[in-house]
């Protein structure tokens, strides 16, 4: 039997709502974007890893420090939970986009530490699912197959130039779309 991919998933404008020029700084600021956790109770049976990989510059600007964040990521855990879903790993790039570093999307430093962690995980075998122009890049990069969430039209400009394979509106209507295409045995 195949192997169950891995999915890499973006957080804000994925997973919660984005905060347009903003971060979010307390769990408060955490608001799920509509099925978005339904979404991820339905996919989770069909993946091997799910992994979160987020843009966190709130943290090199000094807006909040990883306590804050910390905060955050325990209220998305609860609520994942509770929708029946599942995150194996929660990966975050705290730099300044100023330094550049190897962590900040769309460079692929986090999905390859997420590999040392998890060596099983394929990225010929993965789905990058984001709502950014770094997201795509960052799964083309790495041979994933790319799915662009739309609505950040800040990005429309680049997300023009590249390849991208599937595009939704919303992580619910891209499960439901997952889910009818894939054939695998689901325990
Ligand atoms: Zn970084």
Redesign the pocket.
Same mark, same amino acid.
């Given at each position: 039997m195949e192997q169950k991919p891995t999915l890499f998933l973006d957080r804000d404008g994925v997973i919660n709502r984005r905060i347009s020029g903003g971060y979010v700084r307390h769990p408060e600021d955490f608001i799920p974007a509509k099925g978005a956790l339904q979404a991820i109770g339905q996919l989770t049976p069909y993946f091997s890893r799910i992994v979160v990989v987020t843009?966190q510059a709130g943290i +090199?600007k000094g807006m909040m420090d990883e306590r804050d964040l910390d905060a955050v990521h325990r209220k998305m855990q609860a609520l994942v939970h509770a929708a029946g879903g599942r995150l194996d790993g929660i990966y975050f @790039?705290?730099?300044h986009p100023d330094?550049g @570093?190897?962590?900040?999307k769309p460079?692929t +430093?986090?999905a390859l530490q997420a590999r040392i962690d998890f060596p099983d995980i394929d990225f010929k075998n993965s789905w990058m699912v984001g709502d950014s122009a770094g997201d795509m890049q960052l799964g083309h990069s790495l041979g994933m197959r790319t799915v662009l969430i739309e609505g950040k039209f800040e990005d429309s400009a680049a997300l023009a130039a590249m390849p991208i394979d599937y595009r939704f509106a919303s992580l619910l209507d891209f499960a439901a779309s997952f889910i009818e295409n894939t054939v695998v045995n689901v325990p």
């Open positions: 843009n +090199g @790039c705290p730099h330094v @570093c190897a962590c900040r460079a +430093g986090m």
